[in-house]
């Protein structure tokens, strides 16, 4: 079994194509069905289902697919380590990050990066932190930020602990108190983020325990659009206080949730035993300055 095959394989599951591989891998379409084909002759099993205009995953498929991503991302690690024993001068760090409060955290940590490490590339990955924790897992990435607690198959570092502000339009009767029970919502529709964002099961898990299920109103993935929406009058929304402060609005208050545990506590994670290349060291040791370096709240 070649690990040239298991890459083409992954990459027609995780780009939804043999065309989408191909471009991924640098690779005419035709070699990628080979490819495919070959595992598929060499393992006695059909990894894909190609009936339809979708290429599903067999059951055999889905293991090959789980066990391959973690070969190759041990592969990877492998390289990277005897790169570094050699004395690279260059490199890149495979960095994901979440949509919610990266601008703030993490982009003045870019240029002080860039302005040590010269010679390292970042490739950045977007996505909302449940996402980013898969692509960890399949070694997509080396290091990325989620909220805490992350499952035991990671390591992590703290990076921020913030109170989740509730957010109201500002003619609303809520609207003047100083602070406010998360029973006092019940009866108001909710705005959350898109599934796979990690601030969701904080609000629900807060809201389960003071003994309601929220009406959700709508979802997305843009702050600026959930402030809109609030500010319009469609429902209630969460941020973290940090940011709520920064994405002020005329029409919009933020007031603080007496409820424990609606806390957001941003940390950076790692494969728990994965291989941590000196840049995503480097990486950490400057969030571990930053971290240092803000007031205690």
């Avoid at 996402?131 to 805490?148: I, K, Q």
Wanted: aromatic share 8%; with cysteine; net charge neutral.
């Amino acid at each position: 079994m070649e690990l040239r095959t298991l890459r083409a394989f992954v990459e027609v599951v995780r780009q939804g194509g043999f065309s989408q591989a191909a471009r991924a891998v640098f690779a005419t379409q035709s070699t990628v069905s080979k490819a495919v084909k070959q595992l598929e002759d060499e393992l006695g099993f059909s990894l894909l289902d190609r009936t339809g205009h979708r290429n599903a995953l067999t059951a055999a498929g889905e293991v090959v697919y789980r066990r391959a991503r973690v070969m190759l991302a041990e592969r990877d690690d492998l390289v990277t380590e005897l790169d570094e024993l050699r004395g690279l001068k260059r490199g890149m760090l495979r960095l994901g990050l979440p949509p919610i409060g990266s601008s703030t955290l993490f982009a003045p940590l870019f240029a002080i990066f860039r302005s040590r490490y010269p010679g390292i590339d970042i490739r950045l990955v977007e996505h909302g932190s449940r996402r980013l924790e898969a692509s960890l897992l399949a070694g997509e990435v080396e290091l990325a930020a989620s909220l805490l607690p992350v499952p035991d198959d990671f390591e992590w570092q703290e990076v921020r602990l913030e109170p989740v502000d509730v957010l109201i339009a500002a003619d609303h009767p809520l609207a003047g108190s100083d602070r406010l029970a998360l029973k006092a919502l019940a009866d108001l529709p909710f705005i959350l983020f898109d599934a796979g964002f990690a601030l969701n099961p904080i609000i629900l898990d807060a809201c389960q325990r003071a003994g309601f299920t929220p009406t959700i109103a709508a979802r997305s993935s843009q702050i600026d659009f959930v402030v809109a929406l609030v500010a319009a009058g469609l429902g209630v929304g969460f941020l973290p206080r940090m940011i709520a402060r920064q994405r002020g609005h005329p029409n919009v208050r933020n007031i603080g949730v007496e409820d424990a545990g609606m806390d957001w506590h941003m940390a950076l994670i790692w494969r728990r035993g994965g291989y941590l290349s000196h840049a995503a060291q480097a990486w950490l040791a400057l969030a571990k300055e930053a971290r240092a370096s803000q007031p205690d709240r």
